[in-house]
């Protein structure tokens, strides 16, 4: 138990957190909205990357909206940041259990996803000769700072 003077503390440290996490969340709606557009072939952001994230991700409007404020809602970043929050939600109703499976597949599946980029670049055509140009560049930056 906690002496009362200390509860103005834990509220801080909950409202903190909550900020925090209300940050990182909206990066990981961003994230997985480019997630959903990896599915699709081709990938919607080969040609113009920028175009992309201002008028899909974002769905930036040409100053159309008359109303004072930050425009309508943005229906692809919302359902992608519910979908955060009812993953975080989950991860942390259902105990330690569960957030150590979750955090085994978030720990373990980037790593391997990695090693599997890695493994498919290492196959691809001129392969050799990036490394080769790293190698020496990395060498001559050593000698000459």
Not at 41 to 67: K, Q, R
Request: with cysteine.
């Amino acid at each position: 138990m906690i002496h009362p003077r200390w509860v103005g503390l834990g509220y801080g440290q909950a409202i903190m957190l909550f900020l925090a996490l209300s940050y990182y969340n909206t990066l990981l709606a961003y994230s997985l909205i480019y997630v959903a557009g990896s599915l699709f072939h081709p990938l919607p952001w080969a040609e113009h990357s920028a175009s992309y994230w201002n008028d899909e991700v974002l769905n930036s409007y040409d100053g159309d909206y008359d109303g004072v404020g930050l425009g309508p809602v943005q229906w692809k970043i919302a359902v992608a940041l519910l979908v955060v929050w009812i993953v975080v939600y989950l991860s942390l109703a259902f105990g330690k259990d569960i957030l150590t499976k979750v955090t085994w597949v978030t720990v373990v599946g980037p790593v391997v996803m990695l090693l599997i980029l890695l493994a498919r670049a290492l196959t691809l055509d001129g392969a050799s000769d990036g490394i080769e140009f790293y190698r020496h560049w990395k060498v001559r930056r050593r000698c000459f700072g």
